[in-house]
C-alpha cells in the first residue's frame, strides 16, 4: 500500500513538475514577442533568432555542464535514475524520509523532470540579456556570450543559492528567494548590464548636443502586447512550479496560493505603471504598462506564497512605480535599454528580494543584501570579463552602416517584413 501511495505521489510530482516546466519554456515565445514589438522592424528578424537560439544554447550547455556546476548532477552522458530504477530500500527511504507530514515533507519526482524545469530558468535569464542589448550588438557575439552565461555564470551562482553550496567554499548564504527574483531575473539584468555598457547606446538614441533623450519606438506594439501576456502566463509555471511538487494538501494550497498572489502582483504592477506613467508624462503609455505588470511579476517571485493577496498587489504596485521610474533614470544616465530589460529585472529583481522581509519571519536584512550583492557582483564582474573577452576577439557592436541599415541584413540576410519599407 505504502508503494502504491509512493508510486502515485511520484506521478503526480513529476507531471506538475513537468506540466510547470512546459509553461516556463512558453515564456520564451514571450521573450522573443515582446523584445520583436519593442525593436524597429529592421532588427526583428536578428532579435528573434537571438531569441531562438539562446533557448537552444541554453538547453545543451545545462545539460553538458551546467547542472553538474549547480546541483552536482550530470546528465549529459549517465542519464538518470527513475522510479523504476529504485528498489525497495530507495523507496523506504523517500517514505521515511516523508512520513512526519503525510508527504508534505518531502519532494517525490524524475532527476528528468528536476533538470527540464531547471534548464528553463537558464534560459529565462539569458533570455532577460537579448533585448538590453538589441539593435547594435553582433549575433555571433551574443551566441558566444550565451554559451559561457548558460554553461557557467548562472550555474555557479545558482549552486550557491539554490544549489546550498558554499560560496567559493568560504561561506553559505542566509538568503531566501522562492523563485528567482535576484537568482534569475537580478543575474539576467547583471549580464545585460554589463553588455550594455560595454556596448554604449544605439545611433540616435541620446542628442549629440543636449544629451536628451530621443524616444526610439517599437515597430509592433500588437506583438510587444502579446509578448506580454504569454510571459504572464508561462509565470504561473515559474512560480507555481517552484513549490518542487503538488502532492498533500498543504503543498496544494501553497500552490494556489503561488498562482493567486502571482496574478494579483502582476495587476497590480500594471495599474501602478499605468497610473504613475499618467502622472509623469499626461498620457496612458502602454510601453511602461506592460512593463508594469512584467515588474509586479519580478517582484513576487522572490516570495510568491506567503504574503495576502491584498499584500501581492501592493508589492506589485510597488515594482510597477519602481520600474518607471528606473526607466527614466538609466536613460538620464544615457544607458540605452530598448525594452527595460534592465529595469524590470535588475531594479525591481532587488526590490523583490528585499520585499521577501514583508511575509517571511524567517528571512533577515543581512541575508538577502548579502545575497543579492554575491549574485550581481558575481554574475556583473564575470560578464564583463567575457564581454570584454568577445570583444578583443570578434567585436560586439556592428559597424554603423550595418546599425543604420538594419542588423536584419547584415546579421541574419533577410526582413521580417519584406514587403514593407523598413524604419
Not at 528536476?114 to 550588438?137: H, K, P, Y
Not at 493567486?260 to 506613467?277: K, S, V
Not at 501592493?314 to 544616465?333: E, P
Not at 534592465?342 to 541575508?367: E, R
Request: charged content about 10%; glycine content about 12%; hydrophobic content about 55%.
Amino acid at each position: 500500500m505504502e508503494n502504491q501511495i509512493f508510486e502515485l505521489q511520484y506521478a503526480m510530482d513529476t507531471f506538475y513538475f513537468l506540466i510547470c516546466g512546459a509553461l516556463v519554456m512558453w515564456m520564451a515565445a514571450g521573450f522573443a514577442m515582446l523584445e520583436a514589438g519593442l525593436v524597429r522592424s529592421k532588427n526583428t528578424t536578428e532579435i528573434l533568432t537571438k531569441n531562438v537560439a539562446l533557448f537552444a544554447i541554453a538547453c545543451t550547455m545545462y545539460l553538458v555542464c551546467g547542472y553538474q556546476f549547480m546541483y552536482d548532477g550530470g546528465y549529459f552522458l549517465s542519464g538518470v535514475t527513475t522510479v523504476a530504477q529504485m528498489d525497495d530500500a530507495a523507496i523506504a527511504q523517500v517514505l521515511a524520509d516523508s512520513a512526519e507530514e503525510g508527504f508534505d515533507g518531502g519532494s517525490v519526482y524524475s532527476g528528468a523532470s528536476d533538470f527540464f524545469f531547471q534548464v528553463v530558468f537558464v534560459a529565462t535569464a539569458m533570455s532577460i540579456v537579448s533585448g538590453a542589448v538589441a539593435e547594435r550588438m553582433k549575433l555571433w557575439a551574443f551566441l558566444a556570450f550565451a554559451i559561457v552565461m548558460t554553461g557557467v555564470i548562472y550555474p555557479i551562482e545558482g549552486g550557491w543559492t539554490w544549489g546550498g553550496k558554499s560560496v567559493f567554499g568560504m561561506f553559505e548564504l542566509s538568503y531566501s528567494d522562492y523563485a528567482g527574483s535576484g537568482i534569475v531575473h537580478l543575474a539576467g539584468a547583471a549580464a545585460a548590464l554589463a553588455g550594455v555598457l560595454l556596448l554604449g547606446p544605439r545611433k540616435g538614441k541620446y542628442n549629440a548636443q543636449t544629451g536628451a533623450v530621443q524616444p526610439i519606438p517599437g515597430a509592433n506594439l500588437p506583438l510587444a502586447t502579446l509578448g506580454t501576456f504569454i510571459l504572464w502566463m508561462g509565470w504561473f509555471g515559474f512560480n507555481g512550479g517552484s513549490t518542487l511538487k503538488l502532492g498533500g494538501i498543504a503543498v496544494a494550497n501553497e500552490v494556489a496560493n503561488v498562482f493567486l498572489n502571482t496574478n494579483a502582483a502582476a495587476a497590480g504592477g500594471l495599474i501602478a505603471a499605468l497610473i504613475t506613467a499618467r502622472i509623469l508624462f499626461g498620457k496612458a503609455d502602454l510601453t511602461m504598462a506592460l512593463n508594469g505588470a512584467l515588474a509586479g511579476l519580478v517582484a513576487i517571485t522572490a516570495e510568491p506564497a506567503d504574503p495576502s493577496p491584498l499584500l501581492a498587489t501592493i508589492i506589485g504596485a510597488m515594482g510597477g512605480v519602481i520600474v518607471v521610474f528606473s526607466i527614466i533614470t538609466l536613460d538620464k544616465l544615457k544607458i540605452d535599454d530598448p525594452v527595460g530589460a534592465i529595469s524590470v529585472h535588475g531594479t525591481v529583481g532587488i526590490f523583490g528580494i528585499f520585499a521577501v522581509l514583508l511575509s517571511d519571519g524567517d528571512a533577515t536584512f543581512g541575508g538577502q543584501l548579502i545575497g543579492m550583492l554575491t549574485i550581481f557582483i558575481w554574475v556583473f564582474a564575470t560578464s564583463l570579463i567575457v564581454w570584454f573577452a568577445i570583444k578583443a576577439i570578434m567585436g560586439v557592436r556592428v559597424s554603423e552602416e550595418e546599425e543604420s541599415e538594419g542588423v536584419d541584413l547584415s546579421e541574419c540576410g533577410m526582413e521580417a517584413y519584406p514587403e514593407f519599407v523598413t524604419q
